[in-house]
Every structure is written in structure tokens, then in C-alpha cells.
């Protein structure tokens, strides 16, 4: 049974940075792949990033690329989400996940089967 807790969102101008936590708790399985999701208001949930669970690669949405930096720590289970150059289109709620298998299918919310509560992020203009 494995448990995440996202931290680290707020409200923020645009052009600053935020730097997005999430810890697991629990047996996770440190060799698959974990990821940032998002969903705003009257939105579908999307794509934001996704790390190998051995690091070596990391996905990102196109429209995040050179702003947003994924990273892990699996001794402490714990993956990143830093955050720079925020623009308003960037406002949701950011989500973590993680699943208990391999797969080489990282950036579709089915290929996850542990998710965390959520923390907001606001940009404002």
C-alpha cells in the first residue's frame, strides 16, 4: 500500500518559480516510473512530466519543456517538480502518481495506479 502527499504549491507571480514535493509512503515500487499531472477548473486532467524510475529519462509536455525540471530522490521516495518562468496557463491543481509495476508508457494517466491529493498552484498576471 503506497500513499503520496504533494507540497510545495502556492500562489505566485508570473515568471517566478515554484518547487513542487511529493512523498511516498509505503512499499513503493522504487523501479517504475512516477509523474506530475495537472487539472484546471472545467478541465481534463493532463500531462505535465514523468521520470524513469532509474532517472536516466525524463518526458515532458511540450508546452512545459525548458521551464520545468523532474527529478527523484528514491532513497528518500520522493520526486520534484521545479518550476521556473510560470505563466498563468500554468494555474492548476498538480498532481502526483506513481504506479507499482514497470512500464515504459509514462505520459497517460491510465499507465498510473497511486495518486496523491493535489496541490494548487495559482500564477497570477
Known amino acids: 500500500h503506497v500513499q503520496l502527499v504533494e507540497s510545495g504549491g502556492g500562489l505566485v507571480q508570473a515568471a517566478g518559480s515554484l518547487r513542487l514535493s511529493c512523498a511516498a509512503s509505503g512499499l513503493i515500487f522504487s523501479a517504475g516510473g512516477m509523474a506530475w499531472f495537472r487539472q484546471a477548473p472545467g478541465k481534463e486532467r493532463e500531462f505535465v512530466a514523468a521520470?524513469?524510475?532509474?532517472?536516466?529519462?525524463?518526458y515532458y509536455e511540450d508546452s512545459v519543456k525548458g521551464r520545468f525540471t523532474i527529478s527523484r530522490n528514491n532513497a528518500e521516495k520522493t520526486v520534484f517538480l521545479q518550476m521556473k518562468n510560470l505563466k498563468p496557463e500554468d494555474t492548476a491543481i498538480y498532481y502526483c502518481?506513481?504506479?507499482?509495476?514497470?512500464?515504459?508508457?509514462?505520459?497517460?494517466?491510465?499507465?498510473?495506479?497511486?495518486w496523491g491529493q493535489g496541490t494548487q498552484v495559482t500564477v497570477s498576471s
Open positions: 502518481a506513481a504506479r507499482n509495476y514497470y512500464s515504459r508508457t509514462y505520459t497517460y494517466s491510465t499507465g498510473y495506479d497511486v
Open positions: 521520470i524513469s524510475g532509474s532517472c536516466a529519462n525524463a
